[in-house]
């Protein structure tokens, strides 16, 4: 079965940062497509960054510059440092996994998620 745990959530102020993570069991970070998608209430679940299995990344304009994806194949895990946070940012945040060797953007696209991780950026 597979499972994905996200961690790292916080409440910080503007120009913060925080690191969030993710641990999968059941499936291997190696052979999936893997990101970071975020969702306020009310609006859609957006994708924000994304990494596959041959490393290459892809973020949204909106966190470009502060966002930083990465993974460890021997651990299956996924990390999103995010620095310079914004309000804006304030959303509930989830790992995500594909399968296939492309870059994912569309939700649709993911077969596996997690429950997620509550980021409030506010002063």
């Known amino acids: 079965q597979v499972q994905l745990v996200e961690s790292g959530g916080d409440s910080v102020q503007p120009g913060g940062s925080l690191r969030l993570s993710c641990a999968g069991s059941?499936?291997?970070?190696?052979?999936?497509?893997m990101a970071w998608f975020r969702q306020v209430p009310g609006k859609e679940r957006e994708w924000i960054a994304v990494?596959?299995?041959?490393?290459?990344?892809s973020y949204k304009d909106s966190v470009k510059g502060r966002f930083t994806i990465s993974k460890d194949n021997s651990k299956n895990t996924l990390s999103l440092q995010m620095n310079s946070l914004k309000p804006e940012d304030t959303a509930m945040y989830f790992c995500?996994?594909?399968?296939?060797?492309?870059?994912?953007?569309?939700?649709?696209?993911?077969?596996?998620w997690g429950q997620g991780t509550q980021v409030t950026v506010s002063s």
């Open positions: 995500a996994a594909a399968t296939g060797s492309g870059v994912y953007l569309l939700r649709e696209s993911y077969d596996y």
């Open positions: 059941g499936l291997e970070f190696s052979e999936h497509c």
């Open positions: 990494i596959n299995i041959y490393g290459s990344t």
